[in-house]
């Protein structure tokens, strides 16, 4: 079976947001870590996300990476393709989001698209061309003082514009709000005008699911993950999907384990909560520095414990003694240094039996992931909003939760578990 949709995102926690809005919609999704190097069987995926790190790249990285990946897709014959970047638009004025966008257009031979980072459920709303984050502007919000991707400027008709060749337009709430076919009329409305891109106007799911609707002949989409949620029911309608299911996966048996590197306050509380609950090992950046082999200490201590129990092994502290490891060790190096022995942890974890794991941190995860090369994920049920299980696929069978420092209840990491089949 071909896949229905091809994505594109430019960052990894970035895609895994939107494989989560896909499978919630029940659309069977497996995520890709790069663009595969050689065959991945994606098995009976419907949609394919491919996970780049483009956002802040020079332009003409950004622009090779991301037409590597639509080659890998267009391989594939997928029906239509979607390129995923953040809900606050994330870019400045060289990019990267207008050249991608026109590098893709013109590799798909189509003279239009649309552009709609909206996703009201996380408060970012589109109104007349300006991008709202909860009740602000977004060159009010937070955002403006963004290290990499400053946004000083809400309207995105004219961000956009500054990045991009061709000629930018507006489909205004108005026409949004009215449903799928005055949505249409907008496109053709803007196409007859000569613009090659539309923003588009979106402030509740409704009008999400609406664009969703109206997108259908569009070889290219781009936007947020909110837009996503439409394109499940717009496969359906048109007979190439089944109706909703809840999408499970097949789970390996085998030892448990969490393994935390993120200092983020949820993490930290997940931790404490679980510290009662079952064993654990904490490892100590400084003593790592030392010369002290944890690694091998930590899997010790892991073969020594009940196998049926849970096992959880984190460094994370509190933001007064990563204040003091940093000082000592300076900031990058205890970073690298306490990624490299959990990623080596984990690698070791899974060579003696472990096969479910739940993994703390962005920087973290990618560190395991790569340290078990691990490069697609078949996208599970969601444990909290975000986070989904996941099923590797390849060589290593696993049950992998990959989390967000900051996402998820005071009780993630033992209800994690409990979902599990
Ligand atoms: P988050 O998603 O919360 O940002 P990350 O894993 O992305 O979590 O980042 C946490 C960073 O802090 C990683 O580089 C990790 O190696 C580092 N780190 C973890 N524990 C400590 C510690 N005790 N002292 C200093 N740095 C640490």
Known sequence: MSILLGAIADDFTGATDLANTLVNEGMRTVQLIGVPESDVDTGDA???????????EPVADAVKASLAALDWLKSKGVKQVFSKYCSTFDSTDEGNIGPVTEALMDALKTDFTIACPAFPANGRTLFNGYLFVGDQLLSESGMKDHPLTPMIDSNLVRVLQRQVAKPVGLVSFTEVEAGPDAISDGFRRLRSEG??????????EQNLRHIGQASRDLPLITGGSGVALGLPDMFRDQGLMGSTADIEIAAPTGRQAIIAGSCSEATRG??????GRVPSYMIDPLALADGKDLVANALTWAASQDPDVPILIYSSADPE????????LGREKAG????????LIAVGLVANGFRRLVVAGGETSGAVVSALRISALRIGPQIDPGVP???TLGATKLALALKSGNFGAEDFFIKSFDLLP
Do not use: C, P, Y
């Open 46 to 56: 419907e949609a394919v996300i491919i996970a780049l790190k483009s956002r802040t």
């Open 389 to 391: 299980w996941t099923e």
């Open 195 to 204: 613009k090659a891109h539309a923003i588009v106007d979106a402030v509740s």
């Open 270 to 275: 997940q931790i404490a909560f679980a510290k």
């Open 336 to 343: 690298a240094m306490v990624e490299n022995a959990l990623g």
């Open 321 to 328: 003694v990563v204040r003091q490891v940093q000082e000592k």
